[in-house]
């Protein structure tokens, strides 16, 4: 019998689309089902999403639950079950994967949970009717080069003014505590390097549905983990005529000389590398499991910023062990000094399913109690601590990303010492004055800047 199938997407801002829901319709349909993707964002009035859900008439409605849209589908999962209530409702995604038990006690309208990578597990439901006499199923993922391709023609057209996401391999070869990648599940799993050519060739040859660029974000954790293997990739994304930027992320640990040859010849723009540093101090990247050789990865970073032609963007995280103030400090410096074109300052998370939020007593780690699970003081940073990198946070987003300030920022920092007391400054002035950091208009934060001085 074949069922109506609605695959629910609830993403984070208008220009992201879900990936995993596109593997998974591909599976529904291989199995003689009408399956559809319905896609909204965390902004969505809940009336809008619920009468979408209900005027389709789903058998089965699946939901994919993220960090950033679970407590909306909370609020959703009752209002869906009385609006339909023959509809079986199927979870997955990270945010029910680590978390089942609870999900299923906190919600009786749930039918089903699906742990883990689905797409073999909902292959076989979807061939049981979605019928299951257990409500979690976890199934071993067939590999990933088996998984077919997710987009199909009639996805173009809803990405023409979004980010395309792509992914060319699975798992991470990093260990970190504060990542659901770096659990020992997560295993490393790769497309073949023709395989994945052939399928970013058939996203480029779609690129004349795109008014501007379009940007294309490959989504491996670490995706020159084979460096030969990224190398091929570069090649042909240089060598291919194609308006298209494409993201990456990787590890500085993996770069080679051989890389950087490659990425000499990468023309202006096609290329942005996001490279997760999170603490230059080494008994913090120590404790999260990350490697620690910043004094050979801080050059690499350098070489490639200096390069000019790839947008290279630095993240940090505030709340790890073994990171206090001074550490912290000595962290913002050593990026900021490195000059590059995106430099983020997040805040722990302590995730479900992640090593990090089993070691919080160790650590006297207090986490908000629901998402985004926001870390909010430990051993080594009280909440005052978080508050004061928080408004530091807020100028080096609107200092530095924003409006592009290197030039006053780097006057302030000759005058104070560094990059951190500069910012430190900048926070205890405008607390001072009443300024918002959080305020975009380069005009005003040039001005703050001025008076700062």
């Not at 963007?313 to 073994?322: E, K, T, Y």
């Not at 601590?385 to 006053?408: K, M, P, S």
């Not at 910012?423 to 700062?452: E, I, M, W």
């Amino acid at each position: 019998m074949c069922m109506n199938v609605l695959l629910l997407g609830i993403n984070g801002r208008y220009s992201h689309t879900n990936l995993a829901l596109r593997y998974l319709r591909n599976e529904v349909r291989a199995e003689g089902h009408a399956a559809r993707i319905v896609e909204f964002d965390i902004s969505t009035r809940r009336q809008d999403i619920l009468e979408a859900i209900t005027l389709d008439g789903p058998d089965v409605v699946l939901i994919s639950v993220y960090v950033w849209n679970s407590l909306l589908v909370r609020t959703l999962l009752p209002d869906i079950r009385a609006l339909l209530p023959e509809c079986r409702l199927i979870l997955g995604g990270p945010e029910v994967s680590y978390s089942a038990a609870e999900w299923l006690a906190s919600h009786p309208e749930i039918d089903l949970i699906v742990v883990g990578h689905a797409e073999e597990a909902l292959r076989q439901v979807a061939s049981a009717g979605f019928g299951c006499q257990t409500a979690v199923i976890a199934v071993p993922n067939r590999p990933f080069q088996d998984v077919p391709f997710p987009y199909l023609e009639e996805d173009f057209a809803v990405l023409a003014h979004r980010y395309v996401y792509y992914e060319s391999s699975r798992g991470c070869p990093c260990s970190c505590s504060y990542c659901v990648s770096g659990r020992d599940d997560q295993t490393l799993d790769f497309r073949s390097v023709e395989t994945a050519i052939e399928e970013l060739q058939r996203i480029i040859a779609q690129e004349s549905r795109w008014r501007e660029p379009p940007i294309i974000k490959l989504v491996d954790r670490t995706f020159n983990a084979r460096p030969d293997r990224a190398r091929e990739i570069w090649r042909y994304l240089i060598a291919t005529d194609t308006r298209a930027t494409f993201h990456f992320e990787i590890h500085p640990a993996f770069l080679t000389e051989a890389d950087m040859r490659v990425l000499e010849t990468a023309p202006p723009g096609r290329f942005q590398f996001e490279i997760g540093v999170q603490s230059v101090h080494g008994p913090t990247l120590a404790a999260i499991g990350r490697p620690r050789r910043w004094q050979r990865f801080g050059p690499a970073i350098e070489r490639l910023i200096k390069l000019g032609t790839i947008a290279v963007h630095l993240d940090l995280i505030v709340g790890l062990p073994h990171e206090d103030l001074q550490t912290m400090a000595r962290s913002i410096d050593a990026i900021m000094a490195l000059k590059p074109t995106r430099f983020d300052l997040g805040f722990l998370k302590s995730l479900p399913g992640t090593a990090i939020r089993a070691q919080a007593e160790l650590n006297g780690q207090i986490a908000m109690h629901h998402p985004p699970y926001q870390v909010m003081a430990n051993r080594w940073l009280s909440v005052a601590d978080f508050a004061r990198l928080r408004r530091i946070e807020q100028f080096i987003d609107g200092v530095w990303n924003a409006c592009h300030l290197e030039t006053e920022i780097d006057a302030l920092a000759r005058r104070y010492g560094g990059y951190f007391a500069a910012l430190d400054a900048l926070q205890r002035y405008a607390v001072r004055s009443g300024y918002n950091p959080a305020t975009r208009r380069c005009h005003k934060v040039k001005a703050f800047l001025d008076a700062a001085r």
